[in-house]
């Protein structure tokens, strides 16, 4: 029996046909220079047996959409007559290449098995590659496999347990396909067209539409009007502060601020004839600080550009790095919840050897693991991103040392147990107005120990010096004179 | 006791400051035979609140009004001696900056608190950033009233919270002007639901500081009511209002 193979992206097919083959490989070139094909044996278990297989790749979509020639010239048809025109999908004029390679091999092999990313668009590129290997071959017996990550294991697991491709996906991406397509095309013509005639500036621009990018642009603009147009105008308050035990406690006032002088400074002149504030509630409660959430695509890129320097964009091409070496689990997914069944344990035990988080690994393993919190998504298709192999830092760039560790911190975070503390809330009269201080004195730091990316900017030394505005019960009642009242 | 009479002890059983027989008389009802009594008063009540509080008819005189000199800033506290009836002119949210109270206001004339168009900004903050009680979030206790881009939510108009604090134009019967200012919250007044023309009775022992009266809902009885043409204006002149101020305030700074 012989198997063809198709992955997404070269990097997989190497990947994939380096743990199915255990090494033992010939490569091939094809026309694409991009592109390899591998071939090695494989036992593939049942119903496929040992077979010999030939692992390739396409280097993303095949095919495109496109309207017949009559249809593209800007004065003729009218944008709307495009909603109703016919649509040709043919393969791309740079992939001819790569579709050839495919319905090449197609006429050797006795079944197909596709090795896309499982996502939509995975799998609409996987009925891509199906059309490709027809044309050379129309009785091939097609399976896919699905994965998550690269990791050797899970890999062979993929690969003696083949699915089928799910139409539903594909049909779903080439609606996408045809609405961007005509929507797309029309908007763009009839935004262009009835915009030249302004003249000016307008006379040779061409101003496209996208149904992400418009209302994105929409967000922009909305949010530069609002800076643009924004008025600063003056306000007061009232600041009340208390020091003890060299301690500075400020005490934040009930109405936070008003846009009017007369009336803060008649409030405050009140408060400073009163002479004296009563405390009114002292209020000591044990707090938590919840462990994040399992990592998604979306927290992932709004970590980076807060915290490691890096453009979402950035942080994606680099996690797909990762990925495609095998260090991470593939980082596109909505899902934020860990399938019960999964060894998490496995994983926090093989980041043990690490020098900066190996010891705080190693104490989860020791028993202090806890399962993560879950979330509400589950995209069906993938876990949440977390770490498959330990990486050393030599192995990887600077970029991927930051997304790495960031995934690794996170990850583990979520094995570890929520932060403890004590918060003190504190009430007080002044005169006839009310202030409030708001204290917590970090008891246990669990997470925060391993996971340094706090949401407070950075700062997560804070949580050390989290001792401010201390107070004791035994002051409930007194009279405490305010050190300084300020507005 | 004739009817005029009867009405008008009626009025005072409710709370409300006496209005003259001459004007009591102009207040009822035009009809034979005339309805009973409950409904008279409750009729003539409905035009008093919806009166102007000036018209030198409404009162025998003297009528009580402000003290001499109660504007004068110089005056650190006094007290009110007598109970005074007096209308709102005008109220300002002074928690919110006037340029929010704008953008809020244009936003519901772009339609975008229409329901199924509503445009929802999201605060920039983390949600979990802090330590949470128990497991619930303190945020809001915190970082005090009103953060901006999480109103307007409801629909129309904007509700006041809590720890609003508003400032109210308040005239009395001889049309003297004082600013009144909201020294603990009461419920009643806020933008959109307290009427322009509503009649308050600032009661005995209310304090004027610094020439600003300070609101207290036990010195501070609301009686209700207001003046549809005041309203009307008002409602109407608020945004330009609004935007002349904030252009007149980025002025003075300059």
Redesign the interface.
Known sequence: MRVLCVAEKPSIAKAVAGHLSGGDVQTHNTPEKYIKNYVFDYDFGRPWGKCKVTMTSVLGHLTTAEFPPEYKKWDYPPPDHLFDAPVNVVVAADKTKVADNIEKQARYANALCIWTDCDREGEHIGYEICEAARKGNRTLDIKRAKFSNIERAHIINASKNLITLDHKQVNAVASRIELDLRIGYAFTRFLTNSLRTLGGPFQNLLLSYGSCQFPTLGFVVDRYF?VRN??????WGIKVMHKREGIDVNF?????????R??V???Y??CL?AKTAKVTKVQE??????K?LPLTTVELQKMATRFLRMTGQQAMETAEGLYNKGFISYPRTETDRFDPGMNLRALVQKQTQSHAWGEFAQNLVDGRFQQPRQGRNDDKAHPPIHPITFAAPSVLNEQEKKIYEFVVRRFLACCSED?K?V?T?IDITYG?ESF?A?G?V?LERNYLEVYVFD??HGCQRDWNRRHYGRAHPKDSGKRLRSDRAQN | MDLPAQIRSGLQGQGLPPPSIAWIKTAMPNRNPLPPLPALIATVKTRFLAADLTNPALFDSPAPAFPPNASNPEV?EVKLTWDIPVQVLDI?N??????EQV?ELEAIARGEQTRGREIIRLPTG?E????????QA?QS??N???RPGLQGKGGSAPAATR?S?H?LVLQDCKGQRL?G?E??RIDRIGIGTLNIGEKFILKRGAIL??G?L?LDPATCTILGGKVEAWQKDWVEGRLTRLREA??A??RD?C
């Open positions: 609002r924004f008025k600063p105008e003056p306000f934040n006032w009930a109405r936070h601020r008003l846009f009017d007369a009336a400074i008649i409030l002149e009140r004839t409660k044990p707090t938590k600080k919840w994040p932060a503390g918060a809330d006839e409030h708001h917590v970090v949401s407070s | 650190r300002e002074l928690s919110k900056s006037k340029w953008e983390d979990e950033d802090e330590f949470a009680v128990d497991g303190t206790a915190i005090g009233p009103e720890s604090t400032r600013y200012l020294l603990k500081a610094r600003m300070l904030v252009e305030d980025g700074a």
